[in-house]
């Protein structure tokens, strides 16, 4: 049986729709029947194929389907799996962990030394069937339609970007940089977990719209301001002390160095977005910008299994969070083309892509987002 897929088949820019045989699964793996799946930042690194999946993935491996972010129906198990049935509607925690980890043994799956990313180290889910792990499997509430679904793996981002390791957010300050999906899915997020006051930083405008709608207090462009007016604006939103909670969602050096500077003492940053350099070669303030801060610094490598996911379930079902603003493109899987464009144009003007192998789908998509 054949199936269509997106690869990466030359060593190129680009990608192509394929044929290729419906995957078999090993014994404790399952086959997935994709209705939805989104384009992520990492998607488009492949795409480009930039020094990054060069050295990620290697011309060797191709081809290789992309994609990992989805929702589907799981349509075969393998004999040992045992928790996830044939109709049972799951997405694909996207980190696909080592039992025999210290970290796994320890209860934090999320950042094992072995673990291997779907669509990243493996095929993925750009595709009209996928297989994954039972263990990676997580069961969604059917009420939860496919085009929310799909982007629970970057909202599990957010959301643990938001809580941290204490969920300690509730009535606090929080500055969230960056206007991609992330960012925007965070703003909803702190806004829903009782963060007192939202302040959001970006800079296209398209975008800052959404971060709008989503429930930032107070908007600053980057790009329309220095450094010394943005410490002036958050310090005067704060009291002159700073922001509890600094979220850097960009990797930009302006981004990291401002949200150094503008947490307050014994704040936390967290730490998500992917600096283009590193080891940072700017001029980073280490001893005023952490250890006399008594700062605490909070690395993000995915989701906590299950427990964000759990949580993010949960808010969607009870439609306590309403994404809808941040998803603003869908196609079918065919024109993952047009998908890719609206990801790379330049100023921004999309938030998350939604891809659809099948038709019926993606028109009843359309009829319930209005796209
Ligand atoms: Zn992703």
Same mark, same amino acid.
């Given at each position: 049986?054949k199936?269509?897929?997106?690869?990466?088949?030359?060593?190129?820019?680009?990608?192509?729709?394929?044929?290729?045989d419906?995957?078999?699964?090993?014994?404790?793996?399952?086959?997935?029947?994709?209705?939805?799946?989104?384009?992520c930042?990492?998607?488009?690194?492949?795409?480009?194929?930039?020094?990054?999946?060069?050295?990620?993935?290697?011309?060797?491996?191709?081809?290789?389907?992309?994609g990992?972010?989805?929702?589907?129906?799981?349509?075969?198990?393998?004999?040992?799996?045992?928790?996830?049935?044939?109709?049972?509607?799951?997405?694909? $925690?996207?980190? =696909?962990?080592?039992? *025999?980890? @210290? %970290?796994?043994?320890? !209860?934090?799956?999320?950042?094992? +030394?072995?673990m291997?990313?779907?669509?990243?180290?493996?095929?993925?889910a750009?595709a009209?069937?996928?297989?994954?792990?039972?263990i990676?499997?997580?069961?969604?509430?059917?009420?939860?339609?496919p085009?929310?679904?799909?982007?629970?793996?970057?909202?599990?981002?957010?959301?643990?970007?938001?809580l941290?390791?204490?969920?300690?957010?509730?009535?606090?300050?929080m500055?969230?940089?960056?206007?991609?999906?992330?960012?925007?899915?965070?703003i909803?997020v702190?806004?829903?977990?009782?963060?007192?006051?939202?302040?959001?930083?970006?800079?296209?405008?398209?975008?800052?719209?959404i971060g709008?709608k989503?429930?930032?207090?107070?908007?600053?462009?980057?790009n329309?301001?220095?450094? $010394?007016?943005? =410490?002036?604006?958050? *310090?005067? @939103? %704060?009291d002159g002390? !700073?922001?509890?909670?600094?979220? +850097?969602?960009?990797?930009?050096e302006?981004?990291?160095?401002?949200?150094?500077?503008?947490?307050?003492?014994?704040?936390?940053?967290?730490?998500?977005?992917?600096?283009?350099v590193?080891?940072?070669?700017?001029g980073?303030?280490?001893?005023n910008?952490i250890?006399?801060?008594g700062?605490?610094?909070?690395?993000?490598?995915?989701?906590?299994?299950?427990?964000?996911?759990?949580?993010?379930?949960?808010?969607?079902?009870?439609?306590?969070?309403d994404?809808?603003?941040?998803?603003?493109?869908?196609?079918?899987l065919?024109?993952?083309?047009?998908?890719?464009?609206?990801?790379?144009?330049?100023?921004?003007?999309?938030?998350?892509?939604?891809?659809?192998?099948?038709?019926?789908?993606?028109?009843?998509?359309?009829?319930?987002? *209005?796209?």
């Amino acid at each position: 049986m054949k199936m269509k897929a997106v690869r990466k088949v030359k060593p190129a820019f680009g990608a192509e729709l394929c044929e290729i045989d419906i995957p078999k699964i090993p014994d404790d793996w399952v086959l997935v029947k994709v209705k939805a799946t989104s384009i992520c930042g990492t998607d488009v690194h492949i795409y480009k194929w930039d020094e990054w999946s060069q050295k990620r993935i290697g011309e060797k491996r191709l081809p290789q389907t992309l994609g990992h972010e989805v929702a589907g129906e799981v349509v075969e198990v393998g004999k040992n799996v045992k928790r996830i049935k044939v109709g049972d509607y799951v997405s694909a $925690e996207t980190h =696909i962990y080592d039992p *025999k980890d @210290l %970290t796994s043994l320890l !209860g934090i799956f999320h950042v094992g +030394e072995n673990m291997k990313i779907l669509g990243v180290d493996c095929d993925g889910a750009f595709a009209e069937y996928f297989a994954i792990p039972e263990i990676v499997c997580w069961k969604n509430d059917k009420e939860i339609p496919p085009e929310f679904a799909t982007v629970q793996e970057p909202l599990g981002n957010a959301t643990y970007a938001v809580l941290g390791e204490d969920g300690d957010v509730c009535g606090k300050t929080m500055l969230i940089t960056g206007d991609g999906p992330i960012s925007l899915f965070a703003i909803g997020v702190a806004k829903v977990a009782g963060v007192a006051k939202i302040i959001h930083f970006g800079k296209y405008d398209f975008n800052m719209e959404i971060g709008k709608k989503m429930g930032a207090d107070f908007q600053v462009w980057t790009n329309k301001t220095t450094r $010394e007016e943005r =410490i002036r604006i958050v *310090k005067e @939103l %704060t009291d002159g002390n !700073g922001v509890d909670i600094a979220l +850097e969602m960009t990797g930009s050096e302006d981004s990291i160095l401002d949200c150094f500077q503008l947490v307050r003492r014994g704040g936390r940053v967290t730490a998500f977005g992917i600096a283009s350099v590193s080891p940072l070669p700017f001029g980073f303030d280490y001893n005023n910008g952490i250890v006399f801060k008594g700062c605490q610094i909070h690395g993000i490598n995915g989701r906590k299994i299950f427990d964000t996911w759990y949580r993010v379930r949960n808010l969607l079902s009870s439609k306590k969070l309403d994404i809808s603003p941040v998803i603003t493109h869908l196609f079918s899987l065919e024109e993952f083309e047009k998908g890719f464009n609206a990801m790379l144009e330049r100023p921004r003007k999309s938030a998350k892509v939604v891809l659809f192998p099948d038709k019926e789908e993606l028109k009843k998509a359309k009829e319930r987002l *209005k796209l």
